[in-house]
């Protein structure tokens, strides 16, 4: 199968970056189900000085701007403000607007992530060793068009009530 197409030129490569319950569930009432400074610190390792994207709900459901990274936040809403981020239509928009930047991160919410997944080419999963109650669940994808990278396992301790495995994977050729 021949992977599609998101735009023209030199554009970024898009990474995926997901954490996710050993039963799919990523969130619960448009918040994560869980709080993990481990996970928290990983994310911000892997974001840190680069664009982000994510949804409109992903976007309300943080604290605010995150620091010393780039904002793209994706709606349908033409009339929708986040103050501090760039808002656009489409993937594909943010996709032109980090045109010449190495690498685009996809932060979520499950609806991007259907969307990104068939033209990501890294994936950083966090998967969180539990059975969460949600409401949200990371799409289904062919784990078998992934390589594992790496895999490092976080026990749980007194700050992060479950063990996580950090896992990097990249898209087959």
């Given at each position: 199968m021949q992977k599609q197409s998101l735009g023209d030129g030199a554009r970024p490569s898009l990474s995926v970056v997901a954490a996710i319950a050993d039963n799919g569930v990523i969130g619960r009432a448009n918040a994560l189900p869980w709080r993990l400074p481990a996970d928290l610190?990983?994310?911000?390792?892997?974001?840190?000085?680069?664009?982000?994207?994510?949804?409109?709900?992903?976007?309300?459901?943080?604290?605010?701007?995150?620091?010393?990274?780039?904002?793209?936040?994706?709606?349908?809403?033409?009339?929708?403000?986040?103050?501090?981020?760039?808002?656009?239509?489409?993937?594909?928009?943010?996709?032109?607007?980090?045109?010449g930047e190495g690498e685009l991160m996809i932060v979520g919410g499950a609806s991007l992530y259907t969307e990104a997944m068939p033209f990501a080419t890294r994936f950083h999963l966090t998967l969180v060793h539990t059975q969460a109650e949600g409401d949200t669940y990371f799409p289904e994808w062919d784990r078998d068009a992934w390589r594992e990278v790496s895999r490092e396992l976080r026990p749980s301790d007194d700050r992060n009530a479950f063990a996580m495995s950090f896992i990097e994977l990249e898209r087959l050729p």
């Open positions: 610190a990983h994310f911000r390792q892997l974001t840190l000085d680069k664009s982000i994207v994510m949804g409109r709900k992903t976007w309300e459901s943080l604290p605010g701007l995150l620091p010393r990274r780039r904002h793209l936040v994706l709606t349908r809403d033409p009339g929708f403000r986040a103050e501090g981020c760039l808002v656009l239509s489409s993937l594909e928009a943010a996709i032109a607007e980090a045109a």
